[in-house]
């Protein structure tokens, strides 16, 4: 894929971001699990912006969360972003739709702008208009950013604020006994809803989850562990699908990788 700017489509997941407890020991599980590059770009005192790459193109980046944030409990978590062409107006309707704003929107110096957002339903995300920087530069990769999927408590309610503020269409497919709502842009599926059932723990907030593109699901499952962190969801076979796991890093960011059993994840 080009590394030129063109800005990805409105309403298509474009940026992944890992704030961490731990910058340096999280730079060296993420980069040794998925064989990354990085580039530290200095943003304080000892402090980085690291630009996570494959073959020197930038597809997720992370930094060392706030002291004031962890003394105050807030977990390790990545962060997903959406790409739209008006970031301003769309962050104006996401209010009127009932989303909080967080922070922004603001100017990411020349990169782009972005605000972030606590939806409805209590998911967070964030927007992204890029400039210099259009975000993930290597789509449909193994190894990168593949899918992301929204668990809620109201997939009405969830379903409802995404397709009237980003122009998402949806399909509710039934799956493994379930309703699984498929969000479209131009026909094609980018990003999945299942709803939050009683058997999920209180304490867990709607969040959206990230899925990597991985060549085998038990290999790097095995070597999360042995990087040190804890595989929550063992590798599982969904029929047509491909084969997922659910894994915590060892600082407590939650992420998931995945074999697609489609043709639709490039080697390069």
Not at 27 to 49: A, H, V
Not at 156 to 173: D, H, T, V
């Amino acid at each position: 894929m080009s590394t030129e700017n063109t800005n990805h489509p409105h309403g298509v997941f474009c940026w992944s971001e890992l704030c961490t407890h731990n910058w340096a020991e999280g730079k060296r599980f993420y980069t040794e699990l998925f064989d990354w590059g990085n580039d530290d770009q200095p943003i304080g005192d000892d402090l980085y912006y690291t630009m996570l790459q494959k073959q020197g193109d930038d597809i997720a980046a992370m930094y060392q969360m706030p002291e004031d944030q962890q003394s105050s409990g807030i977990p390790s978590h990545w962060l997903a972003y959406i790409a739209v062409d008006d970031i301003d107006n769309v962050a104006e309707k996401a209010k009127q739709l009932g989303a909080e704003i967080i922070a922004g929107p603001h100017d990411v110096m020349d990169a782009g702008r972005m605000v972030l957002l606590n939806e409805p339903g209590g998911a967070l995300f964030a927007l992204w208009q890029g400039n210099k920087h259009k975000g993930c530069q290597r789509l449909g990769e193994l190894n990168t950013p593949y899918w992301h999927e929204l668990a809620t408590r109201d997939s009405a309610k969830s379903r409802n604020f995404y397709c009237q503020l980003l122009g998402w269409e949806s399909e509710i497919k039934p799956m493994e006994g379930m309703d699984y709502t498929l969000f479209k842009v131009a026909g094609e599926p980018i990003a999945g809803m299942i709803e939050m059932t009683e058997e999920w723990p209180d304490d867990i907030p709607a969040h959206w989850m990230i899925y990597l593109a991985v060549a085998d699901c038990d290999d790097t499952a095995i070597k999360a562990q042995q990087l040190g962190g804890e595989v929550c969801v063992p590798p599982t076979d969904i029929p047509d699908v491909g084969r997922f796991s659910v894994i915590t890093d060892p600082q407590g960011a939650v992420f998931s990788i995945m074999t697609s059993a489609m043709d639709d994840v490039k080697c390069g």
